[in-house]
T-cell receptor
């Protein structure tokens, strides 16, 4: 079974520029998550999708971050404009669980390391 | 507020020297507690899920246990390839979100 795919693996941009990350979850996984991991910290959830719909985006800085999951499969996360404090690894994860039960193991991709200069 | 604290932040062991990592948590109703391993430059790799106090799970040299306030990851006779950052996360029962709340991790180094 193929794992979660992410691209690009690395990105360096200047502040105020925009950037987009792509994620392809494990086949058959209905739930998709984007996490932000700052160096030395654990991942923090930005947004959770179940199929096409947003379940939780309470910690997404909506003035600069946006995300979409078209057709319930692939997802993109965008930052516009980027700030220095956005430098982090952006992790995509997916899980099989559906419905209101939440839960279940989440499987992570390799992440995109973003550096904002 | 739901919170996870891991200790120690870093741990150095000699090969074969057993030890334990601690994960203390406060959560408004625990749905599950998860342990992940993260190697440098990679995403977290799932290890275990524990659901209720008293539960234990094992995988090779790793054993995870759970109480009502904390979880331990016991490493028996570690090898250099066990070197990694170990992350603990909790999932709350409230709401329909699958959000994981992570601790900051324990970085383990096993020397030959």
């Amino acid at each position: 079974e193929a794992g979660v795919a992410q691209s690009p693996r690395y990105k360096i941009i200047e502040k105020r520029q925009s950037v987009a990350f792509w994620c392809n979850p494990i086949s058959g996984h209905a739930t998709l998550y984007w996490y932000q991991q700052i160096l030395g910290q654990g991942p923090k959830l930005l947004i959770q999708f179940q199929n096409n719909g947003v379940v939780d985006d309470s910690q997404l800085p909506k003035d600069r971050f946006s995300a979409e999951r078209l057709k319930g499969v692939d997802s993109t996360l965008k930052i516009q404009p980027a700030k220095l404090e956005d430098s982090a690894v952006y992790l995509c994860a997916s899980s099989r669980k559906t419905g209101t039960s939440g839960g279940g193991e989440q499987y992570f991709g390799p992440g995109t390391r973003l550096t904002v200069t | 507020e739901d919170q996870v604290t891991q200790s120690p932040e870093a741990l150095r062991l000699q090969e074969g020297e057993s030890s334990s990592l601690n994960c203390s948590y406060t959560v408004s109703g625990l749905r599950g507690l998860f342990w992940y391993r993260q190697d440098p430059g990679k995403g977290p790799e799932f290890l275990f899920t524990l659901y209720s106090a008293g539960e234990e799970k094992e995988k090779e040299r790793l054993k995870a246990t759970l109480t009502k306030k904390e979880s331990f990851l016991h490493i028996t006779a570690p090898k250099p390839e066990d070197s990694a950052t170990y992350l603990c996360a909790v999932q709350a029962r409230s709401g329909n979100t699958g959000k994981l709340i992570f601790g900051q991790g324990t970085t383990l180094q096993v020397k030959p």
